[in-house]
Nanobody, 121 residues
Framework: QVQLVESGGGLVQAGDSLKLSCAAS?????MGWFRQAPGKEREFVAA????????YYADSVKGRFTISVDNAKNTVYLQMNSLKPEDTAVYYC?????????????????WGQGTQVTVSS
């Protein structure tokens, strides 16, 4: 069983930065961030394994967002720079304990409660 607690969301203006954190109670193979905007499906944002050597980003955030891990703290971070209004969504942290694609929502077993990120224009 893995429990995930996200933090760091908020209301910012376009061009600002935010850093999301996800504290995990147990160890999983890989960690991911997904987001869901109103009326849309939950979509992949970024993923990383605990060694930090495998990292994936959605094209929409590549070059602006950075995912990282702190093994000592069992915490995954998502640094979001140059935020745009279209980044507005509830951001979810996810963990998986089985093999499969790191970019697919269905590959993840555990989910956090989500944290709201709102970017105003």
């Amino acid at each position: 069983q893995v429990q995930l607690v996200e933090s760091g969301g908020g209301l910012v203006q376009a061009g600002d930065s935010l850093k999301l954190s996800c504290a995990a109670s147990g160890r999983a193979f890989d960690m991911g961030w997904f987001r869901q905007a109103p009326g849309k499906e939950r979509e992949f944002v970024a993923a990383i394994n605990w060694s930090g050597f495998r990292i994936y980003y959605a094209d929409s955030v590549k070059g602006r967002f950075t995912i990282s891990v702190d093994n000592a703290k069992n915490t995954v971070y998502l640094q979001m720079n140059s935020l745009k209004p279209e980044d507005t969504a509830v951001y979810y942290c996810a963990a998986r304990t089985r093999s499969g694609s790191m970019t697919l929502r269905g590959s993840y077993d555990y989910w956090g409660q989500g944290t709201q990120v709102t970017v105003s224009s």
